[in-house]
């Protein structure tokens, strides 16, 4: 079976530019969450979304937004790129919506590097 | 705040020897944690994970131990192999959030042949 798929693998967008990430999480699983990880550090949570709802958010500014459609898949959008956006940009998928002996899958990561 | 830390950012061993990596968490609300293991340009991959009701858990080769005490948590891999070689997080659901995983900053496992 798939693991949780993302893409583009690799990208890079200029300053003020918007990028779309895309996410399918494994077959059956209803969640889908964002982290954003920088270089040397641990992921930050963005969002998670569960049966098309946003459930939490994380400390982000307003520029990132997602959502997730009827087939659970989801996007990532961010606008007015920064510098500091460039990160590695992962996807998680679990059955439910909820942490807690609910084991969570990450995808392998969209690569964002804006210049 | 919340946060989650290590007190090893990074650790070397031997083949075959038994390794340890050790997390200290700051919010006693957190009742969830996970052990990942991220190699080097991948996601992260879910190694083994524990509730707060449970003070030991044990898998094929990994043995996750909770001590809600001292809000501490560790990871023993035994007959560690050079494929262990990755970094590791330990992620808990800050506060016993039902959507949100913190992570802490890692600990660079390096297994010399």
């Known amino acids: 079976d798939a693991g949780v798929t993302q893409s583009p693998t690799h990208l890079i967008k200029t300053r003020g530019q918007h990028v779309t990430l895309r996410c399918s999480p494994i077959?059956?699983?209803?969640?889908v969450s964002w982290y954003q990880q920088v270089l040397g550090q641990g992921p930050q949570f963005i969002f998670q979304y569960y049966e098309k709802e946003e459930r939490g958010r994380g400390n982000f500014p307003d520029r990132f937004s997602a959502r997730q459609f009827p087939n659970y898949s989801s996007e990532l959008n961010v606008n007015a790129l920064l510098l500091g956006d460039s990160a590695l940009y992962l996807c998680?998928?679990?059955?439910?919506?909820?942490?807690?002996?609910?084991?969570?899958?990450f995808g392998e990561g969209s690569w964002l590097t804006v210049v | 705040g919340e946060s989650v830390g290590l007190h090893l950012p990074t650790l070397s061993v031997q083949e075959g020897d038994n390794s340890i990596i050790n997390c200290a968490y700051s919010n006693s609300a957190s009742d969830y944690f996970i052990w990942y293991k991220q190699e080097s340009g991948k996601g992260p991959q879910f190694i083994i994970d524990i509730r707060s009701n449970m003070d030991k858990r044990q898998g094929q080769r990994v043995t996750v131990l909770l001590n809600k005490t001292v809000k501490h948590l560790s990871l023993q891999i035994a007959a560690t192999q050079p494929g262990d070689s990755a970094v590791y997080f330990c992620a808990e659901n800050s506060g016993g959030s039902n959507y949100k995983l913190t992570f802490g900053k890692g600990t660079l496992l390096t297994v010399n042949p």
């Open positions: 998680a998928s679990s059955f439910q919506g909820t942490i807690g002996g609910n084991t969570i899958y």
């Open positions: 077959s059956g699983h209803k969640s």
